[in-house]
């Protein structure tokens, strides 16, 4: 059977002292110790106190939702010493102990040291989906970019609460900006990273949420708009599409490809609310660079539409 042994305090501390040793420093180590502690005595100055103080004063900081955890962290007390004095299993403390908790003000506690991480996936897929590579976003975070990459492939279920931060102030900046890289584009493209105009700033860091492609993902409007506009197709609109067909497996033959055609044909109307939606953004006097990032559409498809849907209101009001 192996044994392992605790090591040995470093020579020169009262703690190699009691372990035994009886070296020059040691000895003289244990006598500063014994000298102050006779001299404190002298003074009526006890080394030990009550635990009450410092029981109120943790009960306080849970009561505002710390955990015993993060109390010992931020006092430097030892979490076994936290929890017996929350236990009432030590008749007292050092004053030193009750000093470091006493010191920790009563209000909220500090954020967590890691976060999940799905948020900050979708940030950096988003981004490098609009063009900007790996390794501009990692510059600008000041990180490496192995380990940026890491994060974009989901590698890590969490992140640090500073890297989450860093990458959502980054993502605001360069979200309705494209990127340089097409390498980048063709990167998140061959993966169905979802562009940021796919995700609700609401909902980017809820894992149960799923990107909107088109406008009408999870349902079967939305997988034949994936397929008309050649937009990756999204897990929730093929799942809607299967369900679709499900729903309809009586149908056979001619009757099912009708069916199938006239709600092709129905969802093919996004080109016109396509077109409708760029006017719009146009008269806000947005760079043709900005709508393209909004719409999710290459500027070509958003021109093809806007020539295939033109403006019906001005044309009446010319007529007029």
Not at 78 to 88: A, T
């Amino acid at each position: 059977m192996t044994t392992y042994l605790t090591p040995s305090p470093p020579h020169g501390e009262r703690a190699r002292y009691l372990r035994g040793c009886r070296c020059t420093e040691c000895s003289n180590a244990n006598y500063r110790y014994t000298s102050r502690l006779r001299l404190d005595y002298q003074r009526g100055q006890r080394r030990r106190t009550s635990p009450d103080r410092a029981a109120t004063r943790i009960h306080q900081l849970l009561n505002k939702g710390w955990s015993q955890t993060q109390i010992s962290d931020a006092s430097g007390v030892g979490r076994r010493g936290i929890g017996d004095i929350v236990q009432k299993a030590r008749p007292s403390i050092s004053r030193e102990t009750e000093r470091k908790i006493l010191a920790m003000r009563p209000g909220p506690p500090p954020p967590p040291r890691d976060v999940e991480a799905t948020g900050t996936v979708r940030r950096l897929r988003a981004l490098i989906a609009v063009g900007h590579s790996s390794s501009s976003i990692a510059t600008e975070l000041g990180m490496h970019p192995d380990a940026l990459g890491k994060i974009a492939r989901h590698e890590l279920p969490h992140v640090r609460t500073v890297t989450a931060q860093a990458v959502a102030s980054i993502y605001t900046q360069l979200a309705e900006t494209r990127g340089l890289s097409e390498r980048a584009r063709r990167h998140a493209a061959t993966r169905n990273w979802a562009p940021p105009n796919a995700w609700d700033p609401d909902t980017i860091d809820n894992p149960d949420a799923h990107a909107e492609w088109t406008g009408r993902c999870g349902t079967d409007r939305g997988y034949h708009l994936h397929k008309i506009e050649h937009i990756p197709m999204c897990q929730p609109c093929e799942e809607a599409h299967q369900q679709w067909l499900a729903d309809r497996q009586h149908l056979k033959g001619v009757e099912l490809r009708s069916v199938i055609t006239r709600a092709r044909g129905q969802a093919a109307g996004r080109g016109a609310a396509l077109a409708e939606n760029a006017r719009e953004l146009l008269a806000q006097e947005l760079s043709w660079e900005a709508i393209s990032i909004r719409l999710g559409a290459d500027p070509g498809q958003i021109a093809a539409a806007m020539r295939k849907y033109p403006d019906t209101s001005q044309q009446m009001e010319m007529a007029a």
